[in-house]
């Protein structure tokens, strides 16, 4: 029995999923299951990668696949052979399929392939194999045959597509194979980052750097805010819209006794933790102004990404992610003379060279895994 799982890309990456494909000659119910995670958000306002999982499970006259996307869509799709006259074939079979949204069943439908007519003689069955629930065009088999298929499409901003295929072992071999995908719209990978890029990177920066409202000293000695935002002097500090605690517009004498004030605070000896600082502060950054700051660096990342690396609008979006998380972290100077083995690996487009050239000594290691991970399956898609 042998299960395996590939991702599904498509050359613009406006489509991510995965296709499995389980085969063998059963021994009984033998049951594999696999996982594959994607490089974009499945579904609109999710702030992690999508992953896409399958079971699947075959058996003397019996195979079923189930696939699922995140935790949002589930369907299982299952087939099971009458035993026939001779033994060696089927006169029947049942199919049935489950649909989840969540944990919540949305479509269950379960029939046979062929039924008694008036005269109690076997035909076709009568169901139309057509059906339509949240969104979702279904079908499923209506005759008898060596293969049992089923599909369900939903069209849309990002499309999710399924297809489900069962050959049910008899008297040798059978399969199981599942396929889903993720459809995004084309988008100019020149012009910026894509909408799934961002639906991806924006939360990992969030994560990795850490997301404060108030002023506060990174472990480098720098007065911070926002997601990574050094305010280099009290100058910065001013050009920010700080509020103070009843949400009134701070003046810039509170800008500046604030950054002096946290400023002062640092000690190298006993380096404190971001949220210590908290204590000392008066003034915060709302929300809105943080989320609209992040994506204005994160887009002047991308045009400095473009200048550096020639054909950085065809790269892999997995390795686009990579290089501007980097870019974010070290500055575009770090990057670019800090690295040379990485940057002669791009430049080759070796990605595995890559990965193992993007570690950085002053970081935590999952972020370093992140970014090495991001490089090998940038690799993996060519």
């Known amino acids: 029995m042998q299960l395996i799982a590939k991702p599904v890309r498509s050359t613009d990456e406006n489509i991510c999923g995965a296709a499995f494909s389980y085969t063998g000659t059963p021994s009984g119910v033998q049951v594999e299951q696999a996982s594959q995670q994607l490089t974009f958000a499945a579904f609109e306002g999710a702030d992690y ?3 896409i999982s399958g079971v699947f499970a075959l058996g003397p006259r019996v195979a079923s696949a189930m696939i699922q996307i995140d935790a949002r869509v589930s369907v299982s799709f299952n087939a099971y052979a009458l035993a026939g006259s001779s033994g060696v074939d089927s006169d029947n079979a049942q199919v049935s399929m489950v649909m989840l949204a969540g944990a919540q069943p949305i479509f269950t439908k379960s029939y046979f392939l062929r039924e008694q007519d008036a005269s109690g003689a076997l035909i ?3 169901e139309s194999g057509r059906y339509s629930v949240a969104g979702f065009a279904i079908t499923m088999p209506t005759r008898m045959g060596a293969t049992y298929s089923a599909t369900l499409s939903k069209p849309g901003t990002q499309g999710q597509h399924i297809d489900l295929s069962l050959n049910v072992p008899i008297t040798g071999a059978g399969s199981a194979k599942a396929m889903a995908r993720i459809d995004f719209p084309l988008e100019d990978k020149a012009a910026g980052f894509t909408t799934g890029e961002l639906q991806a990177l924006l939360p990992e920066l969030k994560q990795h750097e850490g997301e404060k409202d108030f002023m506060y000293v990174d472990s480098q000695g720098h ?3 926002g997601v990574g935002f050094l305010l280099p002097n009290e100058d910065a500090a001013v050009a920010y819209p700080f509020v103070d605690l009843d949400d009134v517009p701070a003046t810039e004498q509170q800008k500046r006794e604030e950054w002096r004030l946290i400023a002062s605070k640092y000690d190298p000896a006993h380096k404190h933790g971001a949220d210590w600082y908290e204590d000392y502060t ?4 709302q929300p809105e102004f943080i989320d609209q700051k992040l994506r204005e660096l994160v ?3 991308f045009h400095g990404l473009s200048q550096d690396f020639p054909g950085f609008a065809g790269f892999p979006s997995a390795a686009r992610m ?9 500055g575009a100077s770090g990057l670019v003379n800090k690295f040379p083995r990485l940057m002669a690996a791009i430049e080759r487009r070796d990605w595995r060279a890559a990965a193992a050239e993007s570690h950085r000594s002053s970081i935590s290691e999952l972020r370093n895994n992140y970014v090495r991970d991001l490089f090998l399956r940038a690799a993996e898609s060519q």
């Open 299 to 301: 887009d002047a990342d």
């Open 282 to 285: 008066n003034l915060y950054l």
């Open 223 to 225: 007065v911070t805010t």
């Open 49 to 51: 990668p999508s992953s």
């Open 322 to 330: 990579a290089l501007q998380d980097m870019r974010f972290n070290l």
């Open 124 to 126: 076709d069955t009568r």
